[in-house]
């Protein structure tokens, strides 16, 4: 794995060691969902106002820190909330999403947007360790090269603030496709690799990539496999497996066969924590968390079996060649 653009990064390298365990590996947990959230805390999320939204996330970042290298908040809902009250310890790491949500608009022309009044500095400015931009992306819809412009713009941005960017690709269905059809589904896989193939030549920092593949069959396990390897041979910055809310079974699978092909962890949401978030009765509430930390747990005991630890380490001449006396006089200038 190259990561020359990352060593001689010292603030994106420092910010990467924050979210990753002592022996290199990504075990996060991604608690940046907004609408689709509030939706599982109640069933008429109008109902489910900021302070209850806010108390539900530090609930969860309280029963999960353990278990977790990092976690992934949103500035509307989980950032100010985990700091302020203490939820998030100071020796767990912390990522922030910068786009706002927009899961409604047609797949054709989705976009893509920054929150508004957000910036990455702000993120910089909070001590956050990583910035995360989710992604929509077809190389065939019209809105392509808008969305090619808006990694390349962030890409600047963190490198201006040594802000390390992960990028989450989402391959979506363009119009009259049918998601469910055998040669939507091969397509799909060629476009998670194609996207990020894409994205590693476009000098992101990590990514969190969909599972490229099916596990519902040991073909389908052993396709996936393969994809995964050829999604890994494209790369040389380290990435990580979404969960995209499937069953924990299945995830466990995926997390296994995406580190056996070179995954260094995962960046899991609601396969992990759904059931804590739509349980509503206390005691059953807290059994789930317990069982969401020992989830996170088996997933953290899958990774360090199969998968490849990001640890890249300078020593000896290696270290004063690349960083000699008086280095800082013209870092970052």
Known sequence: ????????????????????????????????????????LDPDPATVDYQRTGAAKIELIRSLA??????????????????????LPGGVGLMASIEDEDYKPSTLTRKTRFREHWS?????????????????????????????DVVRTLVDECG?????LVV?????????ENPKSADWKQRRVAGIIESAHELNSMGV?????????YVDTDEGKEAALDACKTLDAGVYVPWVILSAGVGYADFKTQVEISCKAGA????????IWRDVAATHDPK?????????????????????????????????????????????ANWQR
């Not at 500095?121 to 019209?142: E, Q």
């Not at 260094?264 to 396969?271: D, K, N, P």
């Not at 317990?290 to 290696?318: C, Q, V």
């Open 264 to 271: 260094s962890g995962f960046l899991a949401g609601r396969s």
């Open 66 to 87: 353990s278990e977790s290298t990092a976690f992934l908040l949103d500035a509307r809902f989980g950032l100010a909330q985990a700091i302020a009250s203490r939820a």
């Open 160 to 164: 201006e603030l040594s802000l390390p």
């Open 1 to 40: 794995m190259q990561l020359k653009h990352t060593i001689n990064d010292l603030g994106k390298l420092r910010g990467l060691q924050r979210v990753t365990s002592s022996d290199g590996f990504f075990l996060i947990c991604a608690l940046d969902h907004l609408s689709d959230f509030q939706e599982l």
């Open 205 to 213: 920092d990590m990514l969190k990539v969909e599972f490229p593949g």
């Open 120 to 148: 990455t500095k702000k993120i910089k400015m909070l001590g956050v360790d990583v910035c995360k931009l989710l992604w929509f992306y077809r190389p065939d819809s019209s809105v392509a090269q808008h969305q090619r």
């Open 284 to 328: 059953a509430r807290m059994n789930a968390a317990s069982e969401a930390a020992n989830r996170l747990a088996e997933l953290a005991n899958i990774t360090r079996e199969h998968g490849r630890p990001f640890a890249p380490e300078l020593t000896g001449n290696k270290l004063t060649t690349a960083y000699p006396e008086f280095w800082y």
């Open 168 to 176: 989450e690709p989402i391959w979506c269905p363009l119009e009259n």
